[in-house]
C-alpha cells in the first residue's frame, strides 16, 4: 500500500509480468477481490498492465456485489429513490469532493474513508447529516460492524474507517 504513483506502476507491471508468464505457459489464471472488480479495485490497474503485455487478452471480468450495494442491503437503505442523484465519491483525498457531492443532495456514497473517518464525522455533523447517515465497515465479514448512529464513531480513532463505507441521504 503505497500512494506514490511511480512504485504502484511498477508493483502492478511486476504483477501482470508474472500472471502473463502463466497465461502464456496455456494456464488460466483467477483474481479474487472483494466488491466488484471494476469499481476501485487493484483489478483495474493488474487488468490494465496484462493487456500491455497481451494486447489480445480474453478476460472475463464477473461482476462482483459493490460494497456500497452491500451496505444498502444490510442496513435497509434506499441508495437511489426517485429522481434523486446517487454520487459516489472516494473520500481518502479531497474532502472538498465531499462536500460539492453533499451539496448537490440525493444519495451520496463514501468510499475509501480510511483515516479520513473524523473528519467526515465532523463534516457530516456540520452539516446536519449524521442522522440521514449509515455506517458499515467490513460488510459481509466476520468483523462486520453496522452503526446507524454515527455519532457513537466520534469516540473511535481514524482505523474504524479502514474498509468502510457511510450512505449519506443529502436530501433535494
Known amino acids: 500500500m503505497t500512494a506514490e504513483r511511480e512504485e504502484l506502476a511498477e508493483r502492478w507491471d511486476e504483477a501482470a509480468a508474472r500472471v502473463a508468464n502463466v497465461l502464456m505457459d496455456g494456464e488460466d489464471a483467477c483474481f479474487i477481490t472483494l466488491g466488484d472488480p471494476l469499481l476501485y479495485s487493484t483489478y483495474i490497474y493488474l487488468l490494465r498492465a496484462l493487456r500491455k503485455i497481451i494486447p489480445d487478452l480474453n478476460a472475463v471480468t464477473v461482476p462482483g456485489i459493490t460494497a456500497f450495494g452491500a451496505a444498502a442491503a444490510l442496513t435497509g437503505f434506499p441508495v437511489g429513490e426517485g429522481r434523486e442523484p446517487v454520487t459516489i465519491v472516494p473520500a481518502a483525498d479531497d474532502l472538498g469532493s465531499v462536500r460539492r457531492a453533499l451539496a448537490q ?4 456514497v463514501l468510499m475509501k474513508i480510511g ?7 465532523d463534516l457530516l455533523d456540520g452539516e446536519r447529516l449524521l442522522e440521514s447517515s449509515v455506517f458499515v465497515s467490513h460488510a459481509t465479514m466476520a468483523e462486520q460492524r453496522i452503526e446507524t448512529d454515527l455519532r457513537r464513531l466520534k469516540a473511535e480513532g481514524p482505523e474504524a474507517g479502514y474498509l468502510s463505507i457511510i450512505l449519506v441521504h443529502a436530501g433535494k
Not at 483515516?115 to 464525522?121: G, T
Request: zero cysteines; glycine letters at 18%; a positive charge.
Open 115 to 121: 483515516k479520513r473517518l473524523p473528519e467526515l464525522l
Open 105 to 108: 443532495g440525493g444519495t451520496v
